[in-house]
């Protein structure tokens, strides 16, 4: 397969489409831009004059029944992933399915066994795996800068008065809607990555806006893991009135990082930067991190950059690398790596409800 273009058919065209997936197809050399499914094109938004040399579908089924589709990604609201996941397993297409994956970790567990059966790929757009900072905190704790690590906190904390009018407001947590689906499962993913799977979860849900909306709008995770293992704390709130925005505070036997500000990559791409611009990933100096470890007796703190941008376009590489291999092992974010996020996930909610610790 190696040195084939890859047809790749998208479905949906609002930003997730536009702004991410689209951006990326087009910097990976091995995949072409094939088709979009856009359902109601409109003057000011329209994908056939936006992309004019790819085919347009106004129903996912006509890309499903396209037989030179290689590869589809799902960019619609994750109450569609599974219907649409398993529909292109079934038609023989590798899938990308934007996160949250799905709204229950059963059903991903599904997606996985058609998987296999069918033999095609499933890779999920946990792009902030690719974060510059999160790869600097990667660094720290693999080199042993840190020391053992026994707390981490991570925080994806901003200032938004109103409820959003898209999915992340609009669908309930059973569609896989709201900020535990949307914040949480970045959050929770880099967790996940570091650390595996915890032992206990402590979740406390709230309504920050009190607008008497039944969904909660912000959220407070305790990940506990054994004997010697860290206690993580991720805290998404959308009342944090800050200049600047705690991202990252980690604390280990031998030094601390606090880093704050988000990655840049999101806002470069909605500004239309693409990966390999200058400058794309890289972020400012006034967006440094503090690292501190001991000398001698004392702390002593200093400046860390983030390390040079893995940029999320690796993600797609990667993903292309492994279709073109055959070898699932090589997919970049798994579907069974999905399957156990959304597990800590449904044990939070369990807890928020109950408002006991969940063993897993």
């Known amino acids: 397969m190696a040195g084939k273009a890859l047809n790749v058919g998208v479905i ?68 569609t992933h599974f219907t649409f996941t398993k529909a292109a397993l079934e038609a023989s297409k590798h899938v990308i399915a934007e996160k ?51 707390e981490f906190n991570t925080h994806f904390d901003r200032y938004k008065a109103v409820r959003p009018e898209t ?16 914040l949480g499962t970045h959050l929770i993913d880099q967790v996940y990555v570091l650390f595996g799977m915890p032992s206990s979860v402590t979740a406390v849900f709230s309504n920050q806006r009190n607008d008497g909306e039944a969904e909660p709008d912000s959220v407070t995770i305790l990940l506990q893991y054994p004997s010697g293992g860290p206690l993580v704390t991720a805290k998404a709130a959308v009342m944090s009135i800050e200049t600047e925005q ?28 693409k990966p390999g611009d200058k400058g794309f990933g890289v972020e400012p100096e006034s ?35 492994a279709i073109e291999s055959g070898d699932e092992s090589k997919v970049p974010v798994k579907a069974t790596e999905a399957r156990d996020v959304l597990k800590i996930i449904e044990a939070a909610r369990e807890s928020a409800k109950s408002g006991k610790v969940v063993t897993l």
Request: charged share 25%.
């Open 12 to 79: 949906g065209y609002g930003m997730s489409a536009k702004v991410f997936h689209i951006p990326l197809i087009q910097v990976t050399p091995q995949f072409k831009l094939h088709s979009i499914v856009q359902r109601t094109p409109k003057p000011n938004d329209d994908a056939s004059k936006d992309h004019p040399d790819a085919k347009i579908y106004h129903s996912a089924d006509e890309m499903f029944a396209d037989s030179s589709i290689d590869v589809i990604a799902i960019t619609t609201t994750p109450d």
């Open 100 to 150: 949250p994956f799905v709204p229950t970790s059963g059903e991903a567990q599904q997606l996985v066994d058609i998987s296999k059966k069918t033999g095609k790929l499933v890779c999920v757009y946990q792009n902030r795996r690719w974060d510059s900072d999160f790869n600097t905190v990667q660094k720290l704790l693999a080199d042993g800068t840190l020391g053992r690590c026994v």
């Open 167 to 182: 999915w992340k407001g609009t669908l309930t947590m059973e569609q896989a809607g709201g900020v535990i689906y949307d």
């Open 246 to 273: 705690l991202r990252y505070w980690v604390r280990g036997t031998k030094g601390s990082f606090k880093k704050f500000h988000l990655d840049v990559q999101e806002d470069q791409l909605k500004a239309g930067m």
């Open 287 to 321: 967006h440094t991190g503090s690292l501190v470890v001991l000398e001698g007796d004392k702390p002593k703190q200093s400046p860390y950059p983030s390390i040079e941008p893995k940029m999320y376009s690796t993600l797609y590489q990667e993903f292309a690398k």
